[in-house]
Structure formats: structure tokens, C-alpha cells
């Protein structure tokens, strides 16, 4: 399936890529960045929104560093899966993801960055024409959304990568770099609304690496990942848990889910709740309860919305088994 | 109807490659953003490798880029620049079949075939990496890949044998020897 | 790395060399004929290692021939040509190494110089007229050679001569999204692509039609028009009625089971999308690659559709990445790639995409299926309704069969009471739907073996022995008249009761745990084949020949799609002529070369190509005991064929090797050829459809399966299944057990996650395999193969089928255990854990339980019937042993279990019993769903139009 031509560029390092994205904006070219390649080859073959440059991550080696702490944008995910310095609860979300095969392909960043997935919008250009395009990729048509018609302004496809709610769990910062300087920021503020806005990211910046919290060693969690196969298949809810014990009592608990709206979702009000008044089962109850509560998916994957969102109460509740057990 | 639609042309620029595929050195200009698969099918008509779906679903372009396997389908060829690349025709050693390759034969799993070069590619790199793998690691190992004939499990018994030869350093024939003869003599 | 032995290698050549030598000094030939005074020459062929032939194996020869095989079943007509070469033994498939190699060349994998890349542009309109086509932009893009469309080919064409609703491209209405409109042929794919994009095409949108039920009311355009043929104005494209048996009083039952069923479709799923290239050569005759399954027909829709004779075109059968009813219609791709190479003067090639395998689809049905089986107080089965409503999508594919299958096919293993089947399929607008393994039966089966569960749920007996009280014996005939010989169900059902533990797990295991048994019963090969009358020809030709080099080559029409095919016919032969496999050597890829075999469907290649190897093999064979008995002097009679040798039974001293034998066969004539084939007997009955599921054997088989069910989240895990299919004998066991599993898993997809889905604007939403969900390793169970050998009379050596049947049971009996496990009772298929949570939810409620992990699961304690039941099981079980065993059994007719003569068929000694295949005003006044397409009259029998 061969894709519509574009150029691609290969740098070396960061300071190279940085300035070839600096060229390509001051010339007015539009471009998007490759890692891996594993989402953004099938889009790219399915003629979604191709740009007439890429460049490739591929060989800029300042971002594969992987310590406990330090995870870089261009680890990839079987190699965080395998590696012996990577926290549990992040091995086991990488671990889920897609194939033994794509995750020796997949990066980390290309995770975290991964485009919003839909039905009406993951099919062939010729599979596109047929519904007369939507809006995510409207190719000039001004084409309405599939799913909430009506309103040609916003996208409700789904975040449907694993990692992002374990290392939002674990207190990570995401941090970003491009020509003008670096920054950093908690994860969960990383992701913005829409579909296809999905994150926060400026023309020519990147994600470098994510850092985990020192006191990371001290958390434990768990990630619960509903799909139909156990392999190949996106999260079609994902949960993840993470809480610290001081004494035998949880001191502090964090809830993240993914594969359910258009951004992962970080649950802090609702594990505050619970975490004032802790009461073991019962709260975990009350934990997955609110949280599924808080979720909206909507139809663009394969289950169900109702199923999904039923099943986030299962999932929080597998997810804090853990929780429970160590309490006994 | 067209307007709507992505031009093909004009293709991209092009740029030099060069890799190693199965031990031999290969040179040659490509299209910036080619993709492996299509060069290993299409320009250098290196055709056991094959393409299932196209999209990271199916493991039937399973290749090793430096002795890692990876999906081709899914990989610039830019990416592979320089690097070594085994192939199914790469796995057997002049006449002598790798031994997953024996076995494959002789356990059945092979049906099709169509899945094998994939399947095939990935389990040498787990022998190589682990002779003597476990049931559960055979089954990780080959999780990115889609067989619809065998339904697998003769795919798991064939590695379990290969895993015996390798470990027990049995041989395999060269499959130019001569075999049966037609006038064996009779002892009467 | 692993060891290669090179350096051994060469030694032992030259050791060898020198050992031949001396030995070739030595050795005087008998019979030999030598030119006098001249040096001896060397005989041609030899040169191998193996200086000895190896003794009769008698664990393979059978007991009737004065080997030590046990014949539980009898002889067979084939014993006297076993030699014990290779039949029964586990054996790698002959085409393996080009597979583990990677020089197995399949559809896309043939590159010839020159060629082109053609593509398909397709329909973006469910249903749409074609107003106009303008490829001028296309045709001015450099490196464009040809464009073609609908005009360059008028001519219908479809795999049923019945049937022919297809063309290359559109005429004037494109019927599903994907539908063919027109294609290109350029230098590279990038070009193709881009001309695909220039080309503008003008439609006007039709109002189309996607529920199957819609497809039975009259429409203001239907699909297809079939002319004075034409049922009403209906999207109406087969009906089916039949009734046979008492089906007055079967509804006057102790216990009814009634349920509707919903199934989705399903794909077949292969891993190699469809390729073909195709190439006029100088002469001006074309060949066609291309995977396909049913070679023969194709060759005559290209005579057809490129109106030159058959004999200008080469169908050249690459290998087949798969196929399972997927490739075996002749395609609209095939002919665009003809038409396109025509045009242009080079080849082309055109391979898919793999959503456009979706588009050409073929797969299994989507079905509605309303099932109701009644069962009287003796436990007897007296009665099974079925009206089957089957979407066909817009083409007719071999949607006339389909219909009958899903009926006729479940008229056995058991003995019934009453049969009354209503099916239709209709036309919508999707793509095509076709033959998939198990064809047609699979889902209508998987409502009564669910349904049978349902019964021994209500009458509190135990499904396995209720089974087993109510089995057809060997030796009879079905209800709706089908020739039943070897049935070896029994053996089936009690293997897979041991071996499971069946007895202690059934209805005990606790909540999420479950148990459930299934059964099937499938054709192996079509009595009747499609294209032409039984009489004049036969099913499946093979030709053999023998050169002085001693190997045999083998031509054979048949299609290898990894099933092991050319292996199977290699076997055979090599088992008749007493030869190593690596002796034989199959040519089956070319219409040229090959004689005519119908493909491979229905599961007829082993039992009818092997049939006609054998007796191709039988020809050689008996020249070469002529050969013998002239060397030796010894009684042909008294000759027999072993390992590359040829010898008196009684004293294996005398005798020659194969060689010899075979040089004076051929010394006046050369190299020997022979052909053999095979054809159906007569048989069956004569009414108006009683052909469709007539086979010269049947195949049987039985699953427990047993599974996990998180019921908190409605997801299904097969732990173990239990395997058991009688396929009357394992030629190969490696590959009847890899057919086994590949079944299991190809049926777990279907039962658990396969779909094609299609969305609220009637688009497949999931054209692709990542939302295709076939199962991974990590779904798979362990599977247990257990094969059952009947022995079938005339199946090859006793061989029926094992490619489809083996599927059927696996989707009754993972439905069964989850009911087992849970209480729940689904009849939607894919049971995907959203569905089967929806009804953990219904039952909660109804169970009066705030979480499913409190429902109650079903237990069982046996009620009387069980015990009456048990008996009877029994005493059939000494009735089928007694009538496997003997020469001539006794007619026995469906319905000598409701007391009736088993001499004589029902309706012909019952007036209570019917046979009847047209419906009667009072069943036209409330029909069943599929019922209903009987309401339309057919244009020609009606008084206004034509
Ligand atoms: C069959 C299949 C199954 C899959 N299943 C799963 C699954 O179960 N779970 C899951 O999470 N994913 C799944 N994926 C998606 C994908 O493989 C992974 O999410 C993977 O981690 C993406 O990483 P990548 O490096 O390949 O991304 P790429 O394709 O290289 O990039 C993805 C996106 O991120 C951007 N990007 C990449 N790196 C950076 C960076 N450093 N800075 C800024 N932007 C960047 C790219 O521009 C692009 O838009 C699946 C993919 C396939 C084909
Ligand atoms: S959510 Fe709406 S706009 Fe976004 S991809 Fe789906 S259909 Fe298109
Ligand atoms: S072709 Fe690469 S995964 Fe299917
Ligand atoms: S052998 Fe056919 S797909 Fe694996």
C-alpha cells in the first residue's frame, strides 16, 4: 500500500532536527515527526491527513537514555517492557500494548503522542470517500463528525494509547524541547481536547522524555486494559492505580484511565474522595463507582459505549485488588 | 470525487540505501519514504516475505533488522539504512534447513505457508536468543503473528522439537542428498 | 547454530560411490536384458543410499490381507493395494520446504518482466446507477497504459450456471460499497493509484437495502433482475421449502426448544490477500496466476468472459495462501487482470489491499435463524423446525446451495421425526456473501445442537447419552433421503465423554466454569458436480507417469490450498506402488497440464482425487505385477508390492526390485501412463432439491469443549477442547489433526469474536484485521484431536473428509458451556463479552441478584428418562456394530425409531409421513421469517407481466 509521496528527513541528533523543522516552517511547509512509525505509518497508508514532510526521530540518539527515573521519548516499548529499572506498574501498561512485534517498533513518545482513533476515521481513503469524509480528516469538504453530528467544530475520537494513565499515576512530567527552548509539565496537563488538537504540543516541538517522581520506588499500582484479544488490540478502557502506604493505611492513591474519551483522564477528585474517608472495600467501591460515573465514551471503537463505560467499574475495582490485599 | 483525495504524484525524492540482506550487500536509490517491505518485494525481489494486511496485523512481514525481528510493513526503509537484514531465504544455511524450518515440516506448521516466513523469522530470533524456551514464552514470542490454517498449535510443537535438535545438537540433512533409491538391491 | 553435517557429507559420498560401484559388479540382474559382449550399462535411476528395501510393515497391513492391522470395521475394498508405504502415517506435506524456505510462490509472488501494476476503482455508493464514466485525466497521466470498464466485457458470468449475476465491472448499476467500477493499468503502483483518483465517475444513488429482512418485501428495483425467473419483485434469490416426516403431530411433544437466532458474518480470514497476474503470450493465448481454489471453473468464466475458447487459457494455480471457500468463486478481479493485459500487450498484475478482500468477501452468511426441536417422553427426537433467512449481499455466489445446506445438513446424525425447513436468501447491499468452511451448515447447526441442550435441560437427561439414543446407524438413509454408509458419531461421542471427564465436570463445575458438548455432520464432496451431468463425466481425473528414472509424476487438476492436498495424492500413489514420497513428484498447478478437477470445495479432493489416484496407481500397478510375474514366473495373483519391490506373498524371496519390474513394463513402450478417475455413484432421492447436500460420504464429528467466563465481564475463555472427528481414515494424521485445530480456531473466531460489522449507514465498519478479531495464540485453547477411522467403503482407503466438518461442533459446544458455566443461553453470535454481558445483566436481574458473581448456575439430577435412554443408547450401540460389520446390512430408513418398517422410507408406508417441497395455503398464512419469500409468485407463473 504504497503512501502519497512525501519527504523524509533523517537527523542525527536534536539539533539537527530542530533545525530542519525550523526550516520547514519558515518555508511554510507542514510536517509531522516519526518515531516508530506504528501509528503513524497505518495512518499514513490510509492517506490520513499526510503531510508533505516527516521527519524521523529515528536516529537522534539523545532520547533512548531509559533509567528508572528518565524514560526517553524514543525508548522503545518492548525494551521498557524487558528492562529491569522500569517501574511495575509502567512494564505491565507497556507490556499491553499491541503486539510483541509492534512494540519493538514503538517508542514511548509515539505512544504518548498517538493520534485519536475512530471508525469512521481508521479506513482506507476509498472507505472515507463512501461516508463523504468527517471532519478529523474532511480533505477540504468541511465534513461534519460521524459520531456527534451536527457540529463540524469538534472530534470525539479516543485516546486509545496505554501508557499515558500508569505514568500519570506515578506523578510523571512530560518534558518538551523545539528551537525556542525546553519546558516541562505534569503528564496530565500535557493532553488537550479535541480529537485533534489532542495535546499540547507546538509546531516543531517534541516530547524528549518523561521523568518519574524519586520517590516512584514507593508506589505501587496496578493497569487493567479491556479488549477483546490479548493481542493487537487497543485499550478499549484502560485503568490504571496507583497508591503509596505509610503504616499498613494508603496514604495516597491516584486513578487514570484511557481508551474512553478523547484525552486520557486523570481522576484526582474522584480518589481524593475516597482517600479522606478510606474504609478498604467499601471505598473501593465508591472509588469505581465515581469513576465510571466521570467517563463518557462515546461509539467509535469496537465495544460498546455502555459496555465500556460498565466495564471501568470492574476494571477500577481489579485495578485496587492489589490495594486491598496488601491491607489484609 | 478527486479533488478530495491525496495526489499520488509526483513521487518523492530520492535517496541512497544501503543495507545487508541476508549476508549480502545490497546498494541501491530509493524513494525517501519507502517502506521496507515494498523494498525488499518490489525493488529487490526478495519475495519470501510477505504482506498480510499491510498495517502491523498479521507478522507475515516479520524480517530481522539486526537480529531483532520487526514487522517491515511498519518500517521506513530509511530506518534500516545500513543495517543487516535477515529474510526467510536468510535462515537456512546453503541446503540445510534451520532447524525450525525442519520442523515445521515435519510437525505441520506449516498448512498455507502463507503465514510461515513471518512466523518462521521471529522463532529463529527466539532460539537464538533462548534455545530452550517455555510454552508461555513460545506463545508471547509469536503473538504478533496471525496463522489462520494451523490455529498455532502445531506452530508451538514444531518449536518445541526445533528447541530438542538445537539442544541436542541433532543434525539436519541436506535436502540435495540423494534420497530413496529406486532399485534397492534384495538380499534374495 | 544448529550442526551441519558438511564435512561428513562429503566422506559419505565418496564411500558410497565406491560401495555402488563394486556393487553394481556383482550384482546380475534377473531378467535384465543385457546387450551381449557389451559392458554392462548402469541402470538408470539408482544412485541412493538406501541399499535395502525395507520390510512390510505389518502394523499397516491389514488383517484381511495377513498383515496385523486390527479392522474394527471391517475390510475395506483397498486392502489388498496397501503396502504399508506411507497411508496412516504422520507425513510432512510435499510442498513444505518451498513454504519454510520462502520460495513458495504465491498470487503476488509472480513478477514477470515487464508487467504492469493494475488497480480497481471501486463503488463509494451502497447501491448506484453508473451514469458516466470519463477516464480522460487518467488516460493522459504519463505511464497510464489502459483503462477499462463494464463495456469491455458484457458478458454474465458466477460460479453456479444457475446463477450468473456477475460481470468484471458494472454494466449499469454498481450493488455494494467496493463493487467494481473500473480499472487502470500503469507502470508502478504509484501511477495506478493516481489514475484510480482521475478517473470521475457519475452515479445516481439508489435506495438500498441492508437488513436482510427488508430483502423479502417487494422493492420498487431489486438488486438483480432475473427476468421471467424473478421471485415477485422481492430481493428474493433462492427459496427453499421442505417438509419430510411426521411433522403433523411432532409438535405434540413432551419438551420444544424455540429459539431466534442472530448470527453475524464472518471471513475466512486468510493471510494472503487475493493476487493474480495474467499474461497473453505471443501465441496469443493467455495464463492466468492466481491462488485459486476451483481452477476449473475459472478457466471456463474467462472462455466466457473474454469470449475465447477454453482452450486459449491457462489457469495456472499458484500457491494458495489460504482459501476456505474464499477463493474459489471465479473473481471480477481475475477478469479485469485479463481484460487489462489484453489492452496493453504486457502482463498485470493486480494484488489487494486487505480491506478489498473484504469487498469481495464470500464469507459465512449473516443469518436470522428460527430453530425449534421437539422431543417426545421416549426421548426421542421428533421433530426439528428450521427457517433460515441468510443475507447473501449483492451477488449470487454459491448462495443457491447455501440455502439447501442450511437445512438438508442437519437432517443426520440423528434420527428425526419430522423435518420441516423453510430457508431464503435475499439480496442486499453488501458485499457478496459465499462459501465458507463447514458451508452452509455451521450456523444452522450450532442452533440444534444448542437446541438438543436445551431439550435434555428440560427433560433432566444427560446431552451426551440423549445423543447417543438417537443416532442414525451406519448403512442408512436420512429423512430427506441422503445415502448414509460409515457413521462413526458413537465412537465420536464417547471418546470425547472420557477423554474430557465429561461425567464429573457436566453441571457441577462452579459459577464462571463450564462444560458443553456439540456435534456435525458434513459432506465429504458433493454428489452432484455443479457444471455438468454425473453420468458423462467424472468428479476428479489423475494421471500418472512413469519414465525410466523410476519417479512418478502425477498430474492432478486438484488445488492445493494447504490442506495437503498434493501430499494426499502423492500418498496414495506412492502407498499403491509401494514407493518412498520423495519418489513421487506432483504436477498440479495447470489447466495445460492437468486434467479437469472440479477444486477444491465441498471437501471432495481427498475422497474423489484420491479415489482417481488410485485407480490411476492400480493401472501401473497391475503392468508391473505383469512385469513381475513374467521376470520371476511366479502367479500374478500371488504377487504383491512392497518397499520398492515387488514379491511373491507367500515367498518374499522371490521377487524383484521395482525397477526391474518396471523396465520390462517398459520395454516395448516406454514410459507407462495411466489415468484414473472417480465418480459418484447414483443415489438419493428425486424431488425438486434432493441433490443439494448429496454426498458419496459423510463426515462426523464431536467437541467438549470447556471454558472460562469472567461473568464480570461477559469474557469467554476456551480452556480445552476435546476433539473428535471421524474422517473414516487418517491418510495423513498430521494433517487431519492439523484440520482439526485449525477448525477449533477458525470456529472459536466465529463464536467468540469475528464479525463483519456493519455500521448505521450500512457500511462494513471493520474491513481490516485489526478490528477483524481473529483469534490470537493467546485465545487459542488446547485443543485435543482425537481421530475416529470408520473405514468408509468408498472413500480412499476408507478416507472421508476432515478440512470442514471438524469446525461445525466447536460454535455448539463453546455455546453449550457457557451456558453450563453461566445459565445464559445466547443466540447471537459472536458471543463478543458486550453481548454475552448484556445477558449476565438480564439474568441477574431475572435471578434477583445484585452482582453476577452470585447467579446460580444449572445443575442437573437425571430424571427417568435418563435410564430408558441409556438402554437404548446401548442396545443401538450393539445394532451399529453388528451392521458396520456385515457385508449387506439391511436397508434402513430414518424412522425406524417411531416404529416404523426400516425397509421402506416413511411417507412410502405412513400416511402421516410426508415429503413435500412446495409449502400448502395453510402454511402460506403464517409463515416463518424465511418462509415468507413464498408469498411472492414468480414473474412467469404470474398472470400479468411476461
Ligand atoms: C496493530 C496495531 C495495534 C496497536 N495496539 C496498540 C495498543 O494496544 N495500545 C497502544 O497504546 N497502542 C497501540 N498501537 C499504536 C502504536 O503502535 C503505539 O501506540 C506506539 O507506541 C506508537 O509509537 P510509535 O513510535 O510507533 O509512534 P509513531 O507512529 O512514530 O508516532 C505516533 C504519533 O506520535 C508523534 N510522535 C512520536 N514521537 C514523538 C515525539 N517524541 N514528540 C512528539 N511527537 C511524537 C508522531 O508524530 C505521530 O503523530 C497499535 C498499533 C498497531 C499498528
Ligand atoms: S469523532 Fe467525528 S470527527 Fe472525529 S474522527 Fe470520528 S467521525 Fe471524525
Ligand atoms: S503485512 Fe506487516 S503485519 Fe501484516
Ligand atoms: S499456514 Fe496458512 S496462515 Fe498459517
Known amino acids: 500500500m504504497k503512501m502519497p509521496p512525501f519527504q523524509l528527513h533523517s537527523p542525527k541528533s536534536l539539533e539537527e532536527a530542530f533545525s530542519i523543522a525550523d526550516e520547514l516552517s519558515s518555508s511554510n511547509r507542514e510536517f509531522d515527526w516519526v518515531a516508530g512509525g506504528t501509528d503513524l505509518l497505518p495512518n499514513y497508508k490510509w492517506h490520513l491527513n499526510v503531510k508533505p514532510d516527516v521527519i524521523s526521530l529515528a536516529g537522534v540518539s539523545e532520547l533512548t537514555l531509559l533509567t528508572d527515573t528518565h524514560i526517553g521519548a524514543m525508548v522503545r516499548l518492548h525494551d521498557l ?26 517508542t514511548v513518545g509515539g505512544n504518548l503522542c498517538l493520534d485519536t482513533r475512530c471508525f469512521w476515521f481508521n479506513q482506507t481513503e476509498d472507505w472515507r470517500e463512501s461516508i463523504d469524509w468527517c471532519h478529523k480528516c474532511d480533505c477540504g469538504t468541511d465534513a461534519d463528525c460521524r459520531v456527534i453530528p451536527n457540529q463540524n467544530t469538534l472530534c470525539v475520537a479516543t485516546y486509545q494509547a496505554d501508557l499515558a494513565p500508569s505514568l500519570m499515576c506515578l506523578g510523571a512530567t512530560i518534558h518538551l524541547a523545539s528551537k525556542d527552548g525546553e519546558r516541562s509539565m505534569p503528564m496530565g496537563d500535557f493532553f488537550q481536547l479535541d480529537g485533534m488538537t489532542r495535546n499540547v504540543l507546538q509546531e516543531g516541538e517534541i516530547v524528549t522524555h518523561v521523568t518519574l517522581p524519586d520517590d516512584v520506588s514507593e508506589w505501587h499500582g496496578d493497569y487493567q486494559k479491556l479488549r477483546q484479544r490479548e493481542s493487537w488490540d487497543f485499550p478499549e478502557a484502560g485503568v490504571a492505580v496507583a497508591w503509596k502506604k505509610t503504616g499498613g493505611d494508603v496514604s495516597d492513591l491516584r486513578v487514570a484511565t484511557t481508551g474512553l474519551e478523547s484525552i486520557p483522564g486523570y481522576h484526582e477528585e474522584e480518589s481524593r474522595l475516597v482517600l479522606d474517608d478510606w474504609r478498604g472495600e467499601e471505598s473501593v467501591d465508591l472509588l469505581s463507582e465515581s469513576v465510571r460515573k466521570s467517563v463518557k465514551p462515546v461509539l467509535n471503537t469496537w465495544f460498546p459505549p455502555s459496555y465500556r463505560r460498565k466495564m471501568v467499574k470492574v476494571l477500577t475495582r481489579r485495578a485496587c485488588s492489589g490495594l486491598l490485599e496488601d491491607s489484609k | 470525487m478527486v479533488q478530495y483525495r491525496l495526489p499520488m504524484l509526483p513521487p518523492s525524492d530520492e535517496v541512497d540505501w544501503g543495507a545487508s540482506v541476508n549476508g549480502n550487500a545490497v546498494s541501491t536509490r530509493l524513494e525517501s519514504n519507502a517502506i521496507l517491505l515494498d523494498v525488499l518485494r518490489d525493488s529487490l525481489g526478495i519475495l519470501g516475505t510477505k504482506r498480510g494486511c499491510d498495517m502491523g496485523t498479521c507478522g507475515c512481514c516479520s524480517v530481522l533488522v539486526d537480529g531483532s525481528p520487526r514487522l517491515s510493513c511498519l518500517m521506513l526503509a530509511q530506518e534500516a539504512n545500513g543495517c543487516e537484514i535477515t529474510t526467510v531465504e536468510g535462515l537456512s544455511d546453503g541446503h540445510h534447513l534451520h532447524p525450525i524450518q525442519q520442523t515445521f515440516t515435519e510437525c505441520g506448521g506449516s498448512q498455507c505457508g502463507f503465514c510461515t516466513p513471518g512466523f518462521l523469522v521471529v522463532i529463529s530470533a527466539l532460539l537464538g536468543e533462548n534455545p530452550e524456551p517455555s510454552e508461555g514464552e513460545i506463545k508471547s514470542a509469536i503473538e504478533g503473528n496471525l496463522c489462520r490454517c494451523t490455529g498455532y498449535q502445531q506452530i508451538v510443537d514444531s518449536v518445541k522439537e526445533a528447541s530438542n535438535i538445537l539442544c541436542n545438537g541433532a543434525n539436519v540433512d541436506d535436502s540435495t542428498d540423494p534420497k530413496s533409491d529406486p532399485h534397492p538391491g534384495f538380499s534374495g | 547454530m544448529w550442526m551441519t553435517p558438511q564435512i561428513p557429507r562429503v566422506i559419505r559420498i565418496q564411500d558410497f560411490r565406491g560401495e555402488k560401484l563394486g556393487e553394481e559388479d556383482s550384482d546380475e540382474m534377473v531378467g535384465y536384458r543385457q546387450q551381449p559382449g557389451k559392458l554392462p550399462f548402469s541402470k538408470p535411476g539408482s544412485g541412493g543410499k538406501n541399499q535395502f528395501s525395507e520390510p512390510r510393515d505389518e502394523s499397516s497391513i491389514p488383517e484381511s490381507q495377513g498383515g496385523s492391522k486390527a479392522q474394527p470395521w471391517g475390510d475395506h475394498r483397498h486392502d489388498e493395494i496397501v503396502s504399508g508405504r506411507v497411508i496412516g502415517k504422520p507425513t510432512a506435506l510435499v510442498d513444505s520446504r518451498w513454504k519454510v524456505t520462502g520460495q513458495a510462490q504465491y498470487g503476488d509472488d509472480i513478477r514477470l518482466p515487464g508487467e504492469l501494476v493494475g488497480r480497481i476503482i471501486r463503488s463509494p455508493h451502497h447501491y448506484a446507477r453508473v451514469l458516466s464514466i470519463d477516464a480522460s485525466k487518467a488516460l493522459d497521466l504519463p505511464g497510464v497504459l489502459a483503462v477499462a470498464t463494464g463495456q469491455d466485457a458484457t458478458s454474465a458470468f458466477g460460479v453456479l450456471p444457475v446463477t450468473k449475476d456477475e460481470h468484471a465491472m458494472a454494466q449499469d448499476k454498481v450493488r455494494h460499497v467496493g463493487d467494481l467500477v473500473a480499472c487502470v493499468a500503469a507502470v508502478d503502483e504509484a501511477s495506478a493509484r493516481e489514475a484510480c483518483r482521475l478517473i470521475e465517475v457519475e452515479y445516481e444513488v439508489l435506495d438500498s437495502i441492508h437488513d436482510m429482512r427488508d430483502g423479502l418485501e417487494d422493492s420498487d428495483l431489486p438488486i438483480h433482475d432475473r427476468g421471467k425467473y424473478h421471485i415477485g419483485e422481492s430481493n428474493v434469490q433462492k427459496r427453499v421449502f421442505q417438509e419430510f416426516g411426521n411433522v403433523e403431530d411432532m409438535r405434540d411433544s413432551m419438551a420444544s426448544h424455540s429459539s431466534d437466532w442472530l448470527f453475524a458474518g464472518a471471513n475466512h480470514g486468510f493471510t494472503e490477500p487475493h493476487a493474480v497476474v495474467a499474461h497473453w503470450d505471443p501465441s496469443g493465448r493467455l495464463t492466468l496466476y492466481t491462488p485459486q481454489q476451483v481452477p476449473h471453473y475459472l478457466h471456463r468464466a474467462l472462455a466466457d468472459v473474454l469470449e475465447v475458447p477454453m482452450h486459449q487459457i491457462n489457469v495456472y494455480r499458484t500457491f494458495v495462501g489460504g482459501g476456505f471457500g474464499g477463493k474459489s ?306 502367479p500374478e495373483k500371488k504377487l504383491v508390492i512392497g518397499d520398492r519391490r515387488i514379491f511373491r506373498k507367500d515367498d518374499p524371496a522371490v521377487g524383484v526390485s521395482y525397477l526391474e519390474a518396471l523396465h520390462k513394463s517398459q520395454e516395448d513402450r516406454g514410459a507407462l501412463v495411466s489415468s484414473g478417475s472417480y465418480r459418484t455413484p447414483p443415489m438419493g432421492r428425486v424431488h425438486k432439491g434432493a441433490a443439494a447436500g448429496l454426498a458419496p460420504a459423510y463426515s462426523f464429528s464431536a467437541y467438549v469443549a470447556e471454558v472460562e467466563v469472567d461473568v464480570e465481564t461477559g469474557q469467554t475463555k476456551v480452556l480445552k477442547v476435546w476433539a473428535a472427528h471421524d474422517c473414516g481414515k487418517a491418510l495423513n494424521p498430521l494433517s487431519v489433526e492439523g484440520q482439526i485445530i485449525g477448525s477449533c480456531h477458525m470456529g472459536m473466531g466465529q463464536v467468540l469474536s469475528e464479525e463483519m460489522r456493519y455500521g448505521r449507514t450500512g457500511h462494513l465498519i471493520n474491513p481490516d484485521l485489526l478490528d477483524y478479531k481473529i483469534p490470537t495464540v493467546h485465545e487459542m485453547p488446547q485443543v485435543f484431536p482425537i481421530i475416529v477411522e470408520s473405514n468408509d467403503p468408498e472413500g480412499p482407503f476408507g478416507a472421508k473428509e476432515a478440512g470442514e466438518g471438524p469446525l461445525l461442533p466447536i460454535l455448539p459446544a463453546v455455546v453449550n458451556a457457557v451456558y453450563d458455566a453461566t445459565g445464559v443461553r445466547v443466540s447471537e453470535l459472536p458471543i463478543s463479552p458486550d453481548r454475552l454481558y448484556k445477558a449476565i445483566e438480564k439474568k441477574c436481574r431475572k435471578d434477583g441478584v445484585s452482582s453476577p458473581t452470585e447467579m446460580k448456575t444449572p445443575r442437573i439430577s437425571h430424571s427417568e428418562l435418563q435410564e430408558k435412554i441409556v438402554e437404548r443408547g446401548k442396545s443401538h450401540s450393539e445394532r451399529d456394530i453388528e451392521r458396520r460389520r456385515g457385508k449387506e446390512p439391511s436397508p434402513y430408513h430414518n424412522g425406524a425409531l417411531f416404529g416404523l418398517d426400516p425397509e421402506v422410507p416413511g411417507d412410502e408406508q405412513d400416511s402421516r409421513w410426508t415429503a413435500v417441497v412446495t409449502p400448502s395455503e395453510e402454511y402460506l398464512e403464517s409463515p416463518g421469517l424465511a418462509g415468507s419469500a413464498w408469498k411472492h409468485v414468480e414473474r412467469r407463473k404470474r398472470g400479468d407481466s411476461q
Not at chain 3, 428460527?370 to 449483492?394: P, V
Not at chain 3, 451426551?464 to 438417537?470: E, G, M, P, Q, V
Not at chain 3, 461421542?493 to 463445575?509: H, P, T, Y
Request: hydrophobic residues 40%; charged residues 20%.
Open chain 1, 81 to 106: 517492557a524487558e528492562s529491569e529499572n522500569t517501574h511495575s506498574l509502567v512494564s505491565a501498561a507497556a507490556e499491553s500494548v499491541a503486539s510483541t512485534l509492534i512494540r519493538r517498533s514503538a
Open chain 3, 329 to 634: 468463486d471465479p473473481f471480477p478481479h481475475e477478469m479485469c487482470a485479463a481484460i487489462l493485459a489484453r489492452k496493453t500487450g504486457k502482463p498485470v498484475r493486480i494484488n489487494f489491499d486487505r480491506e478489498e478482500v473484504f469487498w469481495v468477501n464470500r464469507g459465512r452468511h449473516p443469518s436470522r435463524i428460527g430453530m425449534s426441536i421437539h422431543s417426545d417422553s421416549e426421548g426421542r427426537i421428533s421433530g426439528i423446525e428450521t427457517d433460515a433467512l441468510i443475507d447473501g449481499g449483492a451477488f449470487a455466489s454459491f448462495g443457491h446451495v447455501t440455502t439447501y445446506y442450511n437445512g438438508v445438513l442437519h437432517t443426520a446424525p440423528y434420527e428425526i421425526g419430522g423435518f420441516h425447513y423453510t430457508g431464503a436468501r435475499v439480496w442486499t447491499n453488501k458485499p457478496a456473501s459465499g462459501a465458507m468452511r463447514g458451508h452452509g451448515a455451521v450456523n444452522s447447526r450450532c442452533a440444534v445442537e444448542v437446541g438438543l441442550d436445551d431439550i435434555c435441560e428440560q427433560l433432566n437427561v444427560d446431552p451426551i447419552d440423549f445423543r447417543l439414543a438417537n443416532l442414525l446407524p451406519p448403512h442408512s438413509s436420512t429423512i430427506t433421503g441422503f445415502r448414509v454408509t460409515s457413521i462413526g458419531m458413537r465412537e465420536c461421542l464417547e471418546k470425547v465423554r472420557e477423554a474430557s471427564g465429561w461425567d464429573e465436570k457436566f453441571r457441577k463445575m462452579p459459577l464462571g466454569r463450564g462444560i458443553g458438548v456439540g456435534c456435525g455432520f458434513f459432506i465429504s464432496g458433493s454428489g452432484l458436480p455443479i457444471h455438468w451431468d454425473p453420468n458423462k463425466f467424472p468428479h476428479a481425473t489423475v494421471h500418472l507417469k512413469i519414465d525410466m528414472d523410476g519417479g512418478v509424476t502425477i498430474h492432478t487438476g486438484a488445488a492445493d490450498i494447504g490442506q495437503g492436498s498434493d501430499t494426499v495424492v502423492a500418498q496414495s500413489v506412492a502407498e499403491v506402488l509401494g514407493l518412498p514420497l520423495d519418489m513421487i513428484r506432483v504436477r498440479s498447478r495447470e489447466t495445460d497440464t492437468s486434467p479437469v478437477d472440479l477444486g477444491s470445495y465441498s471437501s471432495r479432493v481427498t475422497f474423489m482425487n484420491a479415489n482417481a489416484a488410485i485407480s490411476a496407481a492400480m493401472e501401473i500397478r497391475a503392468e508391473l505385477i505383469k512385469a513381475t510375474s513374467e521376470i520371476t514366473g511366479a
